[in-house]
């Protein structure tokens, strides 16, 4: 197995930069459209062989160096007794928001294994057809309560504050709820044979960095605990640069950085205590070729001092992205970094 993105993962010398896109596997890829044109968004990942299928797409098209399962952050929220839709035009929708204990207390603990078994059984497949290693992922616990408590995507996320700010005991219990499900899900996926694993964290940077460490930091942290060195955990807390410090204490081996920094201050927040992942703008790949192989270029210098270097995007990879940039990207990171 080609293992520069473990090494890297680790602070360990590569012979280059290893790189891989979040969000690698969907809409701008022909080959996953075709795919998921028969099947609807939540059938695609309940369906091991089709799941298997498009987590290898990037992997042979783009020439990354890692994939990641095909999934969704919020796959345990559903046997944790929600119910859960994609929409086409709201995206994801839970029915029946928690907003009362009487709706926290009615959450049900998960057994991974029992309850998403598509899960285990695409990563099966996967580890068995794949030559590059696989990640496992999940959402970080403040992530998973936004969608649980509002129902769907916010835009201020007043329930959830409210419930921090008015009703602080009650949000603890739904966040250890959440956290337990969360350490269940990650352990199965490691059981199954994922080699590392990325905690989402996509909401964080709407917190204060006061109420980031009261009310995300020590979900987070405690779940790190249960996995640290047993596969290299990637924590990204998305819009999060303001606090880098703070998500170096959750314990990850690499933390995700967005491209609101520049990369070299960013490194020099993680005081060589962790790996760093990122930091391209998405929105870099509609610009020319020599843009995207200038902007590689730079971000790899930045990253020159890392203990560790997975280049990535700073956030996902967006549907309208041309594949062919996604593909020149790719090729500058390797060639860039292979001649240093
Ligand atoms: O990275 C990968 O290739 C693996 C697959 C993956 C998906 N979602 C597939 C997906 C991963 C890692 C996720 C994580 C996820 N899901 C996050 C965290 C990352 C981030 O973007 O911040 C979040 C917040 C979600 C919740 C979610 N899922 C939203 C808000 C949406 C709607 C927005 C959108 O992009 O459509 C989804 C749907 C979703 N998840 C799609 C894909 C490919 C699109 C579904 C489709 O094919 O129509």
């Known amino acids: 197995m080609n293992d520069t993105f473990l090494k890297a993962c680790r602070g360990e010398k590569t012979d280059y930069t290893p790189v891989w ?10 080959e996953y459209q075709k795919v998921r044109s028969k ?9 091991p062989e089709l799941a298997a ?4 797409q990037p992997v042979e098209i783009l020439g990354v160096d890692v994939a990641i399962l095909f999934s969704d952050i919020l796959i345990p929220v559903e046997p944790m007794g929600m119910k859960l839709e994609f929409s086409e035009s709201k995206g994801p929708v839970l029915h029946d928001p928690i907003r009362s204990a009487e709706a926290v207390a009615r959450l049900r603990e998960i057994r991974a294994e ?3 078994p598509f899960v285990a059984d695409a990563i099966k497949l996967l580890v068995s057809r794949l ?3 696989l990640i496992g992922f999940s959402g970080a616990p403040f992530t998973l309560a936004t969608y649980m408590i509002e129902g769907g995507s916010s835009k201020n996320f007043i329930n959830t504050k409210r419930m921090m700010y008015a009703e602080p005991e009650l949000f603890a219990s739904l966040m250890d709820k959440i956290t ?4 269940n899900y990650l352990q199965a996926q490691i059981d199954a044979g994922v ?3 990325q905690i989402f964290d996509s909401w964080a940077g709407v917190l204060s960095p006061l109420d980031f460490d009261r009310f995300a930091l020590p979900y987070v942290q405690k779940i790190i605990a249960q996995f640290k060195g047993k596969v290299p955990v990637i924590y990204f807390a998305f819009n999060g640069s303001a606090m880098l410090r703070r998500v170096v204490n959750s314990g990850a081996d690499v933390v995700g950085i967005d491209w609101r920094i520049d990369m070299k201050e960013a490194i020099s927040a993680l005081d060589n205590k962790v790996a760093a992942q990122g930091n391209l703008d998405p929105c870099i790949l509609f610009g020319t070729r020599e843009l995207i192989k200038d902007r590689v270029e730079q971000i790899l210098n930045g990253a020159k001092g890392a203990k560790g270097h997975v280049f990535n995007l700073g956030h996902g990879i967006l549907p ?11 090729d500058a990171v390797h060639a860039l970094s292979s001649r240093r």
């Open 131 to 133: 030559k590059v290693p």
């Open 180 to 183: 337990a499900a969360v350490i």
């Open 195 to 197: 080699n590392a694993i």
């Open 21 to 30: 896109l979040m969000r690698q596997a969907g809409r701008y890829l022909p």
């Open 114 to 116: 029992a309850d998403v």
């Open 320 to 330: 309208e992205t041309p594949v062919d940039n996604a593909i020149a990207m790719v």
């Open 39 to 47: 099947v609807d968004f939540l059938t695609l990942c309940k369906t």
């Open 53 to 56: 299928e498009v987590t290898i």
